[in-house]
């Protein structure tokens, strides 16, 4: 069964220009994503016409400086934008999210010189990012990273496997964090590495049990050899510049899970209401109808937090606490709804001939990237309590 677009939410957009940028997502969903989301998912397709689409669109840019290509568009305009994008194929939805996490070093901590050179092709040139800080042994415990960047002369020769790469083996440039001195967080650095570039090699995409369409991977940096002007920020500052990256991009992972939890309640409430048994709608009986009120409320709930930190954030105020708030909530709220989602079509539910099944297994990834909940739960507790006691 085709995929439907997602029904309208009733959002309350800052501008005029905003809802006529949600009014255009909402048509290419329609258009271009939705048709063949499932049958691109069963087959593990890659949709780069979709990004093209939207960069073409201007939509791969929007939180960024149109100085260089991008939307000047606030955060809390960006990430329901990505709540739509999610909500019709989270592989689209994370995708963007994805990007927008690729280009954030270069925006926010490159030279003015990089900034020029770089930029406009990476926010509205038809380019494709991929974020590169996690590997084999080092996930949730980064600092550790042993990716190493040795300089030779004005070049930088990089060496090491990065691991869980959204867009590992397609992406146009890579923002790779690798260790230039000593050991732990001060000793990483963050470079600007092409695509394309000799040494550089993707394995083959792991076997997921969602989100087949898009490619994750391990990259292998065999020697490769980059410009001391692809490094960006000084040297040493690639952690901070990593978890700076991150705030901004558990929201985003926020957004894209209640997008997914919303695609989860509409299909079933679209069910519970047309499916009869016992001579009426399953929807009249309460335990069903307890069980949607309640999956509406944690949708809107999650919606509201992410939006407020999403608001601290566009008025340059700290928003760390509230990011991982909303990481955490959101992404449970989704494993939460799409779960119900899957009960409340029964042995329908569990069939590939409807899409709610596919949003759980799709729901389970977002508890993990970005930091995994149990991280989340670390980064609150130190908020209130400061840091562990060694």
Not at 245 to 250: C, E, I
Not at 281 to 294: K, N, S, T, Y
Request: hydrophobic share 40%; proline share 4%.
């Amino acid at each position: 069964m085709p995929d439907r677009a997602p029904r309208p939410v009733d959002r309350q957009l800052p501008t005029e220009e905003s809802k006529d940028l949600l009014a255009l997502v909402r048509d290419i969903i329609e258009r271009e994503i939705v048709p063949v989301a499932a049958e691109e998912e069963a087959v593990g397709h890659f949709p780069r016409r979709n990004f093209s689409l939207l960069s073409e669109s201007g939509l791969l840019g929007l939180p960024y400086d149109s100085e260089h290509g991008g939307g000047d568009q606030p955060y809390e305009v960006y990430l329901q934008v990505l709540e739509e994008l999610a909500a019709a194929r989270l592989t689209v939805g994370l995708g963007v999210s994805v990007h927008s996490l690729a280009c954030h070093a270069l925006a926010s901590y490159g030279t003015a010189d990089q900034q020029a050179e770089h930029l406009p092709a990476m926010l509205g040139g038809g380019l494709l990012g991929a974020y590169c800080l996690s590997e084999p042994a080092s996930g949730s415990d980064a600092a550790s990273l042993r990716t190493k960047a040795v300089r030779d002369g004005d070049d930088w020769v990089i060496t090491g496997t990065k691991a869980w790469i959204t867009h590992g083996g397609v992406a146009d440039f890579y923002s790779v964090l690798a260790r230039t001195g000593g050991e732990g967080a001060g000793g990483i650095s963050a470079f600007l590495v092409p695509g394309d570039a000799e040494g550089l090699v993707a394995a083959a995409p792991e076997k997921k049990m969602g989100m087949n369409g898009s490619p994750t991977a391990q990259l292998h940096f065999d020697g490769v050899r980059i410009g001391d002007d692809r490094r960006i920020g000084d040297e040493g500052q690639g952690f901070a510049i990593a978890l700076a990256a991150l705030d901004s991009g558990r929201l985003g992972i926020a957004a894209c899970a209640v997008g997914v939890a919303q695609a989860a309640l509409d299909e079933a409430v679209e069910y519970a209401t047309g499916r009869r048994q016992f001579g009426r709608p399953i929807a009249d009986f309460q335990g069903l109808r307890f069980m949607l009120a309640d999956m509406a409320t944690r949708i809107e709930a999650g919606r509201a937090l992410y939006l407020a930190a999403a608001r601290l954030r566009d008025a340059g105020l700290p928003f760390s606490r509230q990011a991982a708030m909303a990481k955490l909530f959101c992404t449970d709220t989704a494993m939460q709804v799409t779960t119900d989602a899957v009960q409340v079509l029964g042995g329908y539910g569990y069939t590939a001939d409807f899409p709610v099944e596919r949003y759980m297994r799709e729901a389970k990834v977002l508890q993990i990237v970005e930091g995994t909940n149990q991280i989340q739960r670390m980064v609150i507790a130190r908020h209130l309590a400061g840091p562990e006691t060694r």
